[in-house]
């Protein structure tokens, strides 16, 4: 919770919600200049098949996720969480140069599996921090600031990775290299800006446990909705694949994804901000209806220009729904294991990831990219139903 007296920045936040935003601004511009060119570097250079693109997308969230839940509860238990976000934002720094070098689609997984190790480290904590520096009328924002500048930086890579391409002619393992410096960056924001409180422990009082057990039961129904959605909620390398399939050119895919993510980044605070206004639960509610038909249309959409349009509206998507899921997780979650909630909502998401992405490779291979969008849309509505009708919160 927010102390009175404590520095503002943008929008009245807390310095530690604007800081963090930063941070994941350098890192999602290093994301994002490697990303929208993996599934073209896994399938065009490295010779990978649809199915192994869903493999390593599925194992390495899967592998977040389960390290998110440890990570969560080990942020609680210490009572510490700038020491694990800096850990966790610099184990990924160290798998740029590593996705530069690969020679084999193994290769890749084993870069891709550090650098979600550090997302796994990283993110409960960093979730944390934010919940812990804002009040609860003002958790939509502030989520939605965060999905923001996270999202602004996934404009700017893509923007780099474009330019670096038109320049050195194509090279894509050059991109990779370079996506080594704002990772960096990132790091040193967290050393030098983020100001943790450190908590005191109370002796008599019991660590937090790990266990679903421990949280009530609007939180696990939460969990049951938001997994069965991400079972439907694959990886955004399909989407760049059917770019790719309905003709969009492969220098082209790093500015359809450039447009994406300035939607999603131009959406998320306003859309948090109407959240706070209107309740998370009708936000959430309907971004669950939104994505179910979105997907609808991209799976019978036929032409480039279609997929022009319909990433973009991808992005509202985005906008409406990522911080606000978080943002309403915040309120079920108790004070003293609030990393620990978060880690159990990241592990549920990112292990329905796995099968999610191999579901929708395997269709893709053996029925078509429509049925790999028409099984994701069915998800996100059977989750719409569920969450209508299952109790996910306080009376």
Do not use: C
């Amino acid at each position: 919770m927010k102390r009175d007296g404590e520095k503002k920045y943008f929008l009245g936040l807390n310095r530690n919600v604007f800081y963090t935003g930063v941070v994941s601004l350098f890192m999602d511009i290093s994301s994002e200049m490697i990303y929208p060119l993996l599934p073209l570097f896994l399938t065009n250079v490295l010779g990978a098949t649809k199915t192994a693109v869903g493999i390593i997308e599925g194992i390495a969230e899967a592998t977040a996720s389960i390290l998110k839940v440890f990570s969560g509860w080990l942020s609680d238990k210490l009572g510490k969480r700038k020491l694990l976000m800096s850990a966790g934002y610099g184990i990924s720094a160290l798998s740029r140069p590593l996705m530069a070098i690969a020679g084999s689609w193994f290769h890749v997984l084993g870069a891709r599996f550090i650098d979600r190790v550090g997302k796994g480290v990283r993110t409960a904590p960093r979730d944390a921090i934010i919940a812990d520096s804002t009040e609860n009328s003002r958790l939509g924002l502030a989520f939605g600031f965060h999905r923001s500048m996270d999202t602004i930086g996934a404009v700017i890579g893509p923007g780099i990775a474009f330019l670096l391409l038109l320049v050195f002619v194509g090279n894509l393992r050059l991109v990779f290299f370079a996506a080594t410096i704002p990772a960096v960056i990132s790091v040193l924001i967290i050393i030098f800006f983020i100001t943790e409180k450190r908590k005191g422990r109370d002796g008599a009082r019991a660590m937090p446990k790990l266990s679903i057990k421990s949280f009530d039961a609007p939180f696990r129904r939460y969990l049951v909705v938001v997994g069965v959605f991400s079972l439907g909620y694959f990886a955004d390398a399909f989407m760049i694949l059917q770019a790719e399939n309905l003709g969009v050119r492969a220098a082209l895919i790093p500015i359809i994804y450039l447009a994406f993510n300035v939607v999603y980044a131009a959406s998320s605070t306003p859309f948090g901000a109407l959240a706070d206004r209107i309740g998370l639960r009708k936000m959430i509610l309907a971004g669950f209806i939104f994505y179910s038909v979105l997907f609808v249309l991209v799976a019978f959409s036929s032409n480039a220009l279609h997929i022009w349009i319909l990433f973009p509206l991808y992005g509202i998507y985005k906008g409406m729904s990522e911080g606000t899921l978080r943002a309403y997780l915040a309120t079920l979650a108790p004070a003293e294991q609030k990393a620990t909630a978060f880690g159990v909502y990241h592990t549920v998401v990112g292990l329905m990831l796995l099968p999610a992405s191999i579901i929708a490779g395997y269709l893709w291979d053996n029925v078509g990219p429509q049925a790999t969008f028409l099984y994701g849309s069915a998800l996100s509505a059977i989750a719409a139903l569920l969450f209508v009708v299952l109790k996910t919160h306080r009376s």
